[in-house]
Structure formats: C-alpha cells, structure tokens
C-alpha cells in the first residue's frame, strides 16, 4: 500500500454523502460496521481507488480504526489499493472461460494495450487486471469494466471495445 | 418439456418490473402466508417440500430453518446467499437479473416464517448492476405495501438490505459471509456455534441460497406435497444448471431433478449435444469443487445404468466413480480439453481464494498450484502426482471450511480419471507445451 506524506484530504461529494448516510442507517444500531463493503465501493466509484486518504477518512465516518479500513480493502480483490488507468479491465481467468477461448482472447488484449497483468498503459487509459470466475461462464470469455460485463468475447470484438474506450 | 417452477415467467416482457410480475401471479405467496397462515405452518410446508439447499451442500431448507433458536428478545436474521462465486456457476445471476422479484417475494415468506425483521441479501461486488436492480425492485414492492412497517396489515415489518461483497470467492461460506456482512475480512468462523445459534451480530441466523428461497412462493401458491410430487425421490423439485463448456447451447436450464445426464447434455432442449465435430471427453457436473468424471462414468453408473441429474445419482458410487451436483454448474470438456492444464487453472482459483487461517489450505493450494504449474509446463516428474494425492489428501477435512475439501476434490479425481495424461506430460515435456497439445491416448473410463 502506498503511504503518501501529502496533506490531501478526502470527502464525498454530497451526493455520495448521502448516499453513504443512508447505508449506514440501513443496519441495526451500534452495527454501523457494517457498511464498511459499501463504503468503499462509494469510494471507489468516487476517487478510481481506495487511497489511503479516502479510507481514513470512511474510518472516520464509521467511528472505526483506520486499520480495520486498511485491513478489509486489502483482503478482497475489487479494492484497488493503487491508482490505476481511467478503465479498469477485469479479465476473467477462470477455467469454463479458457474453454471458450479465453486465454487466447486474453493473451490479444495484453498484445494490443502492450501491458501485462497489473499494469497500466502508458497512457493511463487502461488497467488490465486478472480476476476469477465472473459468474458468467456460459457467455465466456468474458471481462468486466466497472458495472459492465462484455461478453462472448473475441479477438475482433475486443478491438471494437478497446478502440471506442480509446476515442 | 420439464416442469418450470423458477424460470415459468422468465421470458414475458417486463417481469422484471412489479406490475408485470403481479398480474403473473406475483406476491400471491405473500398474501397468502401472511394473512392466512402461521409462520410455523409456512416451515411446515417448506419441510413437507424437501427442498434441499441450491447453494452446494444440498441441506435440507425446512429441517435448517426449524434449527433456528428462538431465545426470547433476539432478533433473528435471514441472509440470502448470492455471493455466486463458485467456477461454472452463474444461475443466481440469471434469476436476479431477470426476476428480481422472484427473490423478493421468496425473502419475504421465507423472513415471516422465520420471524426476522430485517434481513439481507448478500450479493457479489462484481454484479453491482443486479444490485441495483434488485433495489429498484424492493423499493417498488415496498411502495406497494409488500415490505416495509405493518405489511398488508397484518403487524408483521419487514426490511431487506442488499449488501455488495468486495470480490473474495471464501464469502460464499456461510460464516465468512457473516463476517464480511459485518464489515470484516471473510475469514470463516469456527463452528459450533453455528449460525442457527450465533451469526450475523451473534444472534440465531439462517443462510440460504439465492435459489433455494426462490423455491418459497411456489411452495406457498401449491403446497408442499405438489413441490415433493416433482422431481426424483429425495431430489424433490427442480434445479437451475448453469451449462458451460464445449456444448452448443451454453446457458441456464431449469430441469426437473432426475433427467438423465445424456438427455441434458444432448437434448435440443437444453445442452444441444457436443459442439459439431467433436465428442464428449469429460464432465464437472456441480461447480468447479465436485470430482471431475470421464466421459463413461458421466453418463453412467459403474453398473451401466443411465446416471440421472440428482442429488443421489450424481453421487452414486462415491469418490471412487460419482460426483456431487453441487450448486449445478455444469462445465463440459470435449477432447480437445486439456485436463491437465485446467486442473491446474482450477488449482490457482483455490490458492488465490484461500483465506489463509489454517495452514493445510493455505499452504497446500499453493503446493498444489506450483506442482499443477510445472506438469503443466513441461517440468513435472512422475513423483510429482503421487505428491498431488499425498497433499489433497492431508488437506481433505484438516481445515475450518471446506473451501480445503474443495481445493482437493477435483486434483484428486483429475489424477484417479485420468492419471495416463498426467503421465504423458510428464514423459513428453516438449510434445505436451506445444500450443494447443493434448494427450489423445486412450481416455480412461473408470
Ligand atoms: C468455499 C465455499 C463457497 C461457497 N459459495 C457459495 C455461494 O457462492 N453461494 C451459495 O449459496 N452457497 C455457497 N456455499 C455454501 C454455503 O456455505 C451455504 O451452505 C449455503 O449458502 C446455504 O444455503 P442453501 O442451504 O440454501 O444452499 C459455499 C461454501 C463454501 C465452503
Ligand atoms: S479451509 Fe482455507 S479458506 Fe477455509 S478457513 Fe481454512 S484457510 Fe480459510
Ligand atoms: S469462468 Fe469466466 S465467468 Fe465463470
């Protein structure tokens, strides 16, 4: 995790403020924890990471250590603990998908942004991220950008999708 | 054409939205036990249906929810599993995405019977837009009158919450789940005490699958002796199969249980046979954790008999030449499929999902992941797959939960079905990590 000695600080627009306030008030009382997951989807969805700063701060909200913040966002995968490129593509590794072809429509995205796993072009366009089963295996191979799925991808079909991303 | 219980409605236009479900008969079931029955009259039925758990371990519903403690003055909570991680599964996303207010309509019966007020639907990160149309849909059922204070009058309250995952295969573990639902990391709990016990917040819990509380208002509208009426012995109903693979017609089918194998595989009506040209070489029946099975054991017994989708067939003969059908994903291997390779594919899935607390899980997923590597990768010695039996099997029941056993199920049967092909690998490196080779020797069959 990056540590950062800048002074930033961030907040929620009010929208997202709200937003986040009204999960919270979703669980029972004294469970406000609870609303941790969502809180740094919101985050997420707000800052394109959870920065160290974004997560002390939905420490905060929560009346939470910040280390219980840290210790939750680097156990599951959706949490990018580093910036990353303006589209996020996760690309599902998983064996039904490699049925379909998967590896090799995979190993063509790589070749065209000129990127391996983890990495982001130069750019900062695109982040290619490997993932596990997307719950999508019959319309494989298939990745995920942000809510949306694509599916029944081929190597033609990622050029058109990577080329309209790119416009 | 097999009965539909789940998926009758899915294709009208707009079931998605309340009124369109309604005037299919939506929310019947709701009106129905809570103005006319006792919630102990509505386990009662859900026992009477034997419906067994969707989600893998195929529990009993009815017998599970009369487990739940009843101590005086602690809320009780119904979680509704839709964490759907499992490899080769993707049906809960079907039924959500589609019929949204199947899954409501189910939680709400399903929490009167039970007596909760507030429960949850957990549902994985990555399908933040079914989230969000499953919240369009309890905002419509609430404007309604279905959810919410007093609902139809009848003093009952009711609040569903749909609570997003973070990405992390473990949740869908009844216990991690609870801990993330409390904004933990999914680290599953020791049992006993089990959530029927202690779960979410520490009070008496139940956990159920997506699917398996989707069963809820067709019990209701029908009975539960018209639910036991379908389906094959103790496999009662229907089940959703999500199919995969090399087939011609991936997808979810909704099949009364007892349909033979082969019928579901070569059937226009679902599977539509082997994609052309090519045959049938292997068969996950139940998601990627159950015993991968040859082509001859998946289509019959070790007697000849036909092999049907249930509960006890599907298992029959044990470890030595059944499966288990699982949560139902259904991943077909023509033979052009290496085993080998997806073995390993499936090893990486395990040790990447491992949450780490016990060190048989922890540390044997990865041994097993590296030694699936180097076989794979032309480095392997023959040792090295009596090693793979020798580390599944120490991880096999030494751990907390049973993503351990799931780890080492499918090595285990990959190398008792097909151990010729490891075999190959490992004495043909450079012939085997030729782009798309594949053994084609004789396929093993028992
Ligand atoms: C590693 C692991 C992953 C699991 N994933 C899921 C899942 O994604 N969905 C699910 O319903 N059950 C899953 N289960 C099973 C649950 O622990 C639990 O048995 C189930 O949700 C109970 O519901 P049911 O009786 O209605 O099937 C998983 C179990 C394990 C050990
Ligand atoms: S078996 Fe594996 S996943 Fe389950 S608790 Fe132990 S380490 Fe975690
Ligand atoms: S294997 Fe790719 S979505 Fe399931």
Redesign the pocket.
């Known amino acids: 995790m990056t540590t950062t000695n800048t002074t930033r600080t961030v907040e929620f627009t009010p929208e997202r403020l709200a937003q986040a306030k009204a999960v919270i008030a979703q669980y029972p009382a004294g469970k406000q924890k609870s609303a941790l997951l969502p809180l740094l989807h919101i985050l997420q969805e707000q800052e394109g990471w959870t920065s160290p700063e974004g997560m002390d701060y939905v420490a905060d909200m929560l009346d939470i250590q910040p280390i219980e913040v840290y210790e939750v966002a680097s156990f599951y995968t959706m949490y990018h603990l580093e910036p990353v490129g303006k589209h996020v593509i996760e690309y599902c590794r998983t064996g039904p998908c490699c049925l379909m072809g998967g590896e090799e429509v995979y190993a063509h995205l790589k070749q065209k942004l000129g990127v391996e796993a983890g990495q982001t072009t130069a750019d900062g366009l695109f982040t290619v991220k490997e993932v596990e089963c997307l719950a999508a295996c019959g319309m494989g191979p298939v990745f995920q950008i942000r809510e949306k799925y694509y599916m029944h991808l081929t190597n033609e079909r990622v050029d058109e999708i990577i080329d309209e991303l790119s416009k | 054409m097999g009965k539909k219980i789940l998926t009758e409605h899915i294709d009208v236009p707009g079931i998605e939205t309340f009124d369109v479900y309604r005037k299919q008969g939506g929310y019947t079931a709701v009106e129905k036990a809570i103005k006319t029955m006792t919630p102990e009259a509505v386990v009662e039925e859900v026992k009477k249906a034997g419906v067994r758990?969707?989600?893998?371990?195929?529990?009993p519903?009815g017998m599970?929810w009369s487990f739940l403690a009843k101590p005086e003055g602690v809320p009780r909570y119904l979680v509704c599993?839709?964490?759907?991680?499992?490899p080769g599964?993707f049906k809960?996303h079907y039924l959500m995405k589609n019929i949204p207010h199947l899954l409501i309509e189910g939680m709400i019966v399903s929490s009167f019977a039970l007596g909760a007020n507030t429960s949850f639907i957990y549902v994985r990160g990555e399908l933040m837009y079914v989230i969000k149309i499953l919240e369009k849909a309890i905002a419509e059922a609430k404007a309604a009158g279905f959810l919410g204070k007093n609902i139809l009058g009848s003093g009952y309250d009711l609040e569903l919450v749909v609570q997003p995952g973070g990405g992390a295969?473990?949740c869908?573990?009844?216990t991690a789940?609870l801990e993330s639902l409390e904004g933990k990391r999914g680290n599953p709990r020791n049992k006993p005490p089990f959530p029927a016990v202690k779960g979410l917040y520490q009070s008496p819990t139940v956990?159920?699958?997506?699917e398996?509380?989707a069963t809820t208002p067709w019990i209701m509208n029908n009975g539960g002796d018209a639910y036991a009426a379908i389906g094959i012995g103790r496999s009662t109903g229907t089940k959703l199969i999500s199919a995969s693979g090399h087939i011609k017609k991936p997808g979810v089918y909704e099949i009364e249980l007892g349909v033979p194998v082969e019928e579901f595989i070569y059937s226009d009506e679902w599977c539509g046979g082997i994609r052309d040209g090519h045959h049938l070489k292997a068969l996950v029946a139940g998601g990627s954790s159950v015993p991968i099975l040859p082509a001859g054991l998946a289509l019959k017994l070790a007697n000849g008999e036909p092999r049907l989708m249930s509960y006890e067939s599907l298992s029959e003969g044990g470890f030595q030449t059944g499966t288990m059908l699982g949560?139902g994903g259904f991943i077909v291997f023509d033979e052009t499929a290496c085993i080998v390779r997806n073995t390993w594919n499936f090893s990486r899935f395990y040790h990447h999902e491992s949450c780490g607390q016990c060190s048989p899980c922890r540390e044997g997923t990865g041994w097993m992941e590296k030694v699936l590597h180097r076989i794979e990768h032309g480095h392997g010695s023959l040792h090295d797959i009596d090693l793979l039996v020798d580390v599944a099997r120490k991880i096999e029941g030494n751990t907390i939960?049973?993503?351990g056993d799931?780890a080492a199920w499918p090595v285990a049967s990959a190398i008792r079905h097909f151990r010729e092909e490891f075999e190959w690998h490992i004495t043909n490196p450079f012939e085997a990590t030729q782009p798309g080779a594949v053994f084609r020797g004789e396929m093993a069959l028992a």
């Open positions: 758990g969707r989600g893998g371990a195929g529990f519903m599970k599993n839709a964490d759907e991680s499992e599964t809960d295969y473990i869908g573990e009844e789940l956990v159920n699958n997506v398996s509380i949560s939960c049973p993503l799931a």
